[in-house]
């Protein structure tokens, strides 16, 4: 990897403030994976907005991307937030990063609105199946049975976020592991390539309350379970495909609105990732044996999202002046006499 | 007063807005008000019609003439009637009208809207009470064309199958009930130049010329048609010739959502808001508190219904006065803006932005369903007569003009710190937003000294709101009065009148109207000059009092009284007329 | 006052405990203040613990002892010790300290856990100053010993273990540092029969005596350890020899599920409540309005934290008192149960299902972080004294006695209606609950004067609290004063060595501490016979005060003078002595 | 159908208030469909509690079982309120009747969550695609395309909610219509009989706002595309089998935990009510050709209910006295030494 990325802009200033997660977070491996994903893509730091509710989760986007505007909302609301400040300036990249207890128990109404109205945004779940913050109750997203650090176990089936969002029409969701660098940052700098709104559920070990034997989240555990769907490459548009070394083995290449290319060298066969049911399907049964089924599980490159649906201008709303959004004086008149 | 008792859903509305708008077109201040139930069809509706040459627009307390087309509610409309008042009703529902002392008008609505079309008949069986009310007031027919062109877009064939129905109307009562009775209308020329509109209109153009560009909402009555109306003109109004928009509306999926979204979209840079009444206001809290202590923009309208809970939907009430003003855990306040007429809710419209751009904060604008929902007759607005206020933006060669930048810190000494907007490419424009503690950088803080010494700020900001919001306004001044009057919202529309019965008593008030919170020093000022002091407001806990008492010069706590209450009717100047008098210590003056 | 600080997450909690605990066994009354990050590791924490002869529990100004273990804050917290302070420090994090007027301590407590144990050495790094401390201020080794015992329940090993790293901490002062400090302890009767507990701990433990049957709870800081105690509780003592649980604990999705759960158990007759802070109680208004109007018993503890918004959660604070007592959009007004003490937690912890279900209202216990989550030097609890109060509940017999029945008629005059519960079999027992209007009979209603009655009867209701909420208490009365003092929730806890402060000063005052919302009349009775009234209370906008201006005489509120602040930590006394002599107007009386 | 019912109670008995709702509108209908349940499963009027959130659809619990208590609660909040009251007292049957404002759009975290946790109730939506009592707005599950009254369409996809509550596990899964009376009276009955969270959607035209064409939701668009995946008999455990008709064709009967049986007549070959997969696949194959699935799409009778996770005693919590849930004296004094 060169020192500097197409904007000549070296990773340093994509990073971010010292994390304070508990050392050996899988959200800090996360955090680096965004970091490298944002530089390898050439994105303008301040054409950014980090997103995130609360949660250890949500703390992270002070720790990349120093550079770009932030907000930590209120927990779980992440995703109304995002959509008012995509819809405010469309030409920001809107990064959302939640927690499982922040999407999937307080805030599974925001994301299931979300993935509806498919707004441009990243959407990454960290998720490690307790609340970390508030020191390991389980989450929406604990595995039935999977066992607490006192040794009690979860009795209510759990969240799985990426079926869920495939069944609500979600353009592009992934799946995959704070432990697998490979896939992952070539899977956030496709979702940072994807015109909606693109979710990645992340499996990223709480080490301090969710890391123990009979834990389904440990980092042990999800290593030993973590099925990869495929190899995933991504190309940015401006890297010419051939200066890239084609991988062995059968591959297909998805092109994105952005010129962009993902390129998925599959390990599993059969698998379409434009097929709903059969990825709900596929998701389905790797849970019931207990395993994470990860990498790009759906993509649905045809959806419109929410600026095409509403005709939004292309001047961000933010930047429209007086003269474009105040009417005139004979306009005030006109209306107030069609009310005489 | 016309009472018009009808079924929901029946299309009774249209009728009663015509003779509202035929009244107004003879030139007449003619006050309307809906009464009407929250569900979508048969239940009763009642249509207030009132007409006072000095044009009260406060319901009176009696009616003079009842129109009664609803069985379900005939005899209790009956009885209320005084001995001497016109009664119309529908004789097709086969209610005999056992009251001789009432002059009585029997008309088959139901039939003769048959006789005119049998298939379309539902739709104007009202439309014929229309003409025998006209015909027995003495309404002119000029006026009710040009009343059904309005109501019906010039719809040539609804105009004309409406006309029949009061034509017939009126002919029945020409043709069968030649009498007298007292109640006649008159063209006068008291209308001229002015229009009829509702306080949500209003509020959504205010909204429209203050440049919003994002709207989140959630449908709650009586507030969607605030939202609704702002649609409408957003679409004729603000798309370009390609259909593309310069707003953006979302239609939430509560009321969390859409306050979560008005504040992304006003920390990005919109001119933002949403609408919303009672439980609405409610689910807001949470992200109130966010944007007070975040410092991000935001204008929140309330059109108050009758609470606690689901309350009474379709009834009005100022019960949020205190919950609005100070919304949230933890010690927070925001800024209150007050409408009394649709002529304010439409400056408020507009002005709102600026006080939530300049102050950096959710800005509330608290109407009611009185004031929202009903047709009230309304001088023209004023084109807004200053610019757009921003407020304390950075941008990019702001940034590089100054040495260094922090979002939370106090340049100015007004507690109003800078802010950039996400996008600005200089290097040092970026910050950390959080509802967490945080210092003047925007870098977390758990630091006592930086906690507190940035509530102080919060709190220097929220006083300097007192000389910036719009400044409470002396409606009445009889010179050397002892005694002052205070309200605020839609109940002043009835303090005119109650002025005028007091007069009558040969009592005489001053009359300060509040536009806003927090409170101006010009309050105190206004009580420091009386000896009494009367609160009206339109809710059981005073909650307005009590936040007078709160925020004002203690030595003058004694003076001040309440006449608080609320029922969910809009207020009758009779009513507050007689709690004045009946509370009042001072010896009334008698008129020399 | 000795200041340990370390890194959140090192194990430093429980050597703390260890200090704080020993000194208990001591004879000592000893306060433990723990400031935490809201962090789960790595940012700083510092204990403090005090020790008086008088037992004062808030925080000194000074620290006289400092044990710095963290580097982050070392010179900060160095910089801060006056001269003739003592400073014990790890020597291992090689920071030199450069103060020639403090007495010095250094200690290599890494290197010394390193020896007894290279693998758990992280574990005992903290308990090394243990020994140090004990040695250096002479904490006896058998309240040590005792500490130990407790604080690892009776584990061997690990006593063992950390015995190991006292004594060597203790032999490396012997051996090193032959020096004099003048602090030290001597062994006192002064905690005989008393106990450390929490006020977490206390109510969770007054909720299983007052028999709770349901619990919905949603994590949050500083609330969640009374869940979790209480959880732990149930499962001791509430469970039957099958297993089979006699209480239902849902952890729900969310603060409105919760709120949504317990108004459903409530409802159906169950016990049930929850607790929260900040920003989850912002989450249940719209459900405590419904509980308000439609009359549904519901407890809900908030451990207040500092606002707003996510503000500073691990810090203490009282600024959610005005908004939970009037929480709901709307006029709606809620009984408030103010405890000061663990033993008062306890109380109220029981009381409030009896006033809930006898008022058959949301009824709100407002704690803090201090007094929930620090370790308290209690007095014994009382067995409460009196059986349950299940308010008025017609069961199927009580029907079959009276002729007719009505879900909300005041039936005795108080304002307080009869409910069923679901599943009661008399024909008549079911009635329709809604947070719409309705009349007396429960039927959906919008007629003005049956919603005015019904809010009308709320308020009596409400009045009715004033003197069935546990009353004020004068907490000190030194006879003649002209200065009263009232406070209330922790506060109290610095107010008696504020007492002290003041004697010295020739002040005299006397103290009302206030218990509960809406205020009794024995709070005005109190500003009555004094000249001069301070409101003592940690937020910004003087909350208390402001409702002492709403509720009570205002012949009496020029008396009232306000001392309100917060910054997030626990009050010390100095600060809220300074405050009043600063703002008296009265002429300090010379003791005779 | 005999004038009474195995209690004794005549159907009057079962009935509610006069409706208020607008004549024609398909909440009646249902209203109609679960007093018949109700009293066909000789159910104790006063042993059920009638719970709502706030809508049209939320009024009606007011028109039926006028004998039993109700709630008629907060908008989208029916779920946590009617967890409460089942877990209070579990020998109440909860009837809860929401819409699909109610449920889709405010409420659906409260759903999701709902049916995870799996306490007994039987959950109807009256599902007509917009808010009815707010005057016409789309909900969340207005299908994509369906034009509004004042003809402009609907832009985002729906949510639908018997995938979505199958994907999350739920046991009992059924979906009619208003205007099919003969389907949804077994079906209600049937959920009856469920042990757990029991959610059935039915399609009820809004006739004031949202029965004009170009709407998917009108009577006569639903009419047209309703496929009933099977024809269903309800055999309540009071009556003898054998004096039922047997219905011709082949049929699979499902015996309830309560010994009641459900009768199905299969229309649809191939189609497994137990499989979970499946049952979602032929949905969203549904949905996209413009159809509504109806009938019992997905049971599971061997889901254990929050009674059981929670291992809750038989006796009502609400009924249980001082003496059980009031420790003595005496444990007070051991816990406090504890503290010593
Ligand atoms: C309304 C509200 N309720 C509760 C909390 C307390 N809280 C803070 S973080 C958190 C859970 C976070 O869990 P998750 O999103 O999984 O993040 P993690 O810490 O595991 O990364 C909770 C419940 C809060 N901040 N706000
Ligand atoms: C918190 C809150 N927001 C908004 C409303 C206003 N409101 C009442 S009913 C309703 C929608 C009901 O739609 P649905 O559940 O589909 O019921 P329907 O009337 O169509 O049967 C809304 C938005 C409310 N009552 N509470
Ligand atoms: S508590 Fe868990 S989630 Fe939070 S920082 Fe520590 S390891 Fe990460
Ligand atoms: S508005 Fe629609 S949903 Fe409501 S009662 Fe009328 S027809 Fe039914
Ligand atoms: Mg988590
Ligand atoms: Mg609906």
């Known amino acids: 990897m060169s020192k500097e990325n197409i904007l000549g802009l070296p990773i340093q200033e994509y990073k971010g403030g010292k994390s304070t997660l508990c050392a050996g977070c899988g959200h800090d491996s996360i955090t680096d994976k965004i970091i490298k994903a944002c530089f390898n893509n050439g994105i303008k730091p301040h054409m950014v907005a980090k997103m995130s509710g609360i949660g250890c989760s949500s703390k992270t986007p002070a720790y990349f991307l120093s550079k770009s505007h932030g907000f930590n909302t209120v927990h779980g609301r992440m995703p109304s937030v995002s959509t008012g400040a995509a819809l405010a300036n469309r030409q920001l990249t809107v990064l959302g990063v939640s927690g499982d207890g922040d999407t999937a128990s307080i805030g599974i109404g925001q994301f299931v609105h979300c993935v509806r109205r498919n707004a441009p945004m990243v959407y990454i779940v960290e998720n490690n199946g307790v609340y970390g913050l508030t020191k390991g109750q389980f989450s929406a997203t604990a595995d039935e049975g999977s066992k607490s650090k006192r040794g009690v176990p979860n009795e209510i089936p759990p969240i799985d976020l990426t079926s869920l969002a495939i069944q609500l029409g979600c353009g592009f969701v992934g799946k995959s592991f704070s432990g697998a660098p490979k896939q992952l940052t070539p899977l956030i700098q496709a979702a940072l390539s994807y015109q909606g709104t693109a979710v990645i559920d992340v499996i990223s070990p709480c080490v301090t309350f969710n890391n123990h034997e009979g834990s389904t989240r440990s980092y042990n555990y999800v290593k030993d379970h973590d099925i990869e769907l495929q190899t995933l490459d991504y190309i940015p548009s401006f890297t010419p495909i051939d200066e890239i070394d084609i991988p062995q083995g059968e591959s297909t290449d998805v092109e994105m609105h952005d010129g962009s290319t993902i390129r998925l060298t599959g390990t599993k066969e059969d698998y379409d990732v434009h097929d709903r049911n059969a990825a709900i399907a596929a998701i389905n049964e790797s849970m019931a044996k207990g395993e994470h089924l990860t990498g790009l599980l759906y993509l649905d490159n045809a959806k419109k999202n929410i600026y095409q649906e509403m005709r939004l201008c292309e001047t961000p709303l933010a930047s429209l002046q007086e003269e474009t959004i105040r009417p005139t004086e004979e306009t005030l008149l006109e209306i107030m006499n069609s009310y005489k | ?592």
């Open chain 2, 1 to 592: 007063m016309v009472s018009v008792g009808t079924a929901n859903g029946s299309g009774s509305q249209s009728a009663n807005l015509i003779i509202h708008r035929a009244l107004f077109k003879m030139g007449l201040p003619v006050s309307g008000k809906n009464l009407f139930p929250s569900n979508i069809a048969g239940l009763p509706t009642w249509f207030l019609i009132r007409v006072t040459e000095q044009g009260y627009p406060a319901p009176a307390d009696d009616t003079n003439i009842a129109i009664l087309m609803n069985p379900d509610t005939w005899e209790k409309d009956l009885s209320k009637l005084k001995k001497g008042s016109v009664a119309i009703y529908n004789s097709d529902t086969r209610m005999p009208v056992e009251r001789d002392d009432l002059i009585l008008y029997d008309i088959p609505c139901s039939k003769i809207a048959r006789g005119i079309d049998s298939k379309l008949a539902k739709l104007i069986t009202n439309t014929v009470y229309v003409g025998a009310l006209s015909e027995i007031i003495g309404i002119e027919q000029e006026a009710i064309v040009e009343a059904l062109k309005h109501q019906f877009n010039n719809k040539q064939k609804a105009i004309e199958l409406n006309l029949k129905a009061i034509d017939e109307g009126r002919n029945y009562i020409k043709e069968n009930h030649k009498k007298n009775q007292p109640w006649k209308v008159e063209r006068r020329d008291l209308t001229q130049g002015k229009m009829i509109v509702d306080g949500n209109q209003a509020g959504a153009l205010g909204s429209l010329f203050g440049g919003v560009t994002f709207l989140a909402w959630y449908p709650i009555t009586p507030s969607s048609s605030l939202a609704e109306s702002l649609i409408g003109y957003l679409k004729q109004h603000r798309e370009y010739v390609d259909g593309s928009k310069t707003y953006a509306v979302v239609q939430a999926e509560d009321e969390l959502a859409a306050a979560g979204m008005v504040f992304g979209a006003g920390w990005a840079g919109s001119r933002s808001m949403t609408t919303t009444s009672g439980a609405g206001i409610s689910l807001m809290t949470e992200f109130i508190g966010l944007g007070y202590y975040a410092e991000v923009p935001g204008v929140f309208w309330n059109i108050q219904r009758v609470g606690p809970s689901t309350g009474l939907p379709t009834r009005t009430q100022q019960s949020d006065i205190n919950f609005c003003y100070k919304l949230g855990h933890g010690d927070s306040t925001h800024p209150v803006l007050l409408p009394a007429t649709p002529k304010e809710c439409f400056e408020f419209g507009w002005r709102s932005f600026d006080i939530a751009e300049r102050f950096q904060t959710p800005t509330f604008v608290l109407s009611d369903l009185d004031l929202g929902m009903n047709p009230w007759i309304s001088d023209d607005f004023e084109y807004p007569n200053k610019p757009f206020d921003r407020g304390k933006v950075l941008k990019e060669e702001d940034l590089n003009k100054v040495e260094s930048w922090g979002r939370y810190r106090d340049v100015d000494g007004d507690g109003i710190p800078y802010r950039t907007l996400p996008g600005n490419p200089h290097p040092d424009s970026s910050y950390f937003t959080r509802g967490s503690g945080h210092d003047e950088d925007a870098t977390y803080s758990e630091d006592p000294e930086v906690y507190e010494r940035n509530m102080k700020r919060l709190a220097k900001k929220h006083e300097g709101l007192r000389a910036k919001m719009p400044q409470p306004k002396i409606e009445h001044s009889s010179g050397k009065s002892k005694i002052g009057l205070i309200s605020y919202g839609t109940v002043h529309t009835a303090i005119e009148e109650t002025i005028d019965i007091l007069k009558e008593k040969n009592v005489e008030i001053n009359y300060l109207r509040i536009r806003a919170l927090p409170l101006s020093p010009k309050v105190n000022e206004f009580i420091d000059s009386h000896e009494e002091i009367f609160i009206i407001e339109q809710n059981r806990d005073a909650q307005m009092f009590n936040l007078i008492k709160e925020e004002l010069d203690s030595s003058n706590i004694k003076k001040i009284k309440s006449c608080a209450y609320s029922d969910g009717m809009p207020m009758a100047a009779s009513k507050i007329s007689a709690n004045i008098t009946e509370k009042t210590q001072i010896k009334i003056n008698k008129k020399s």
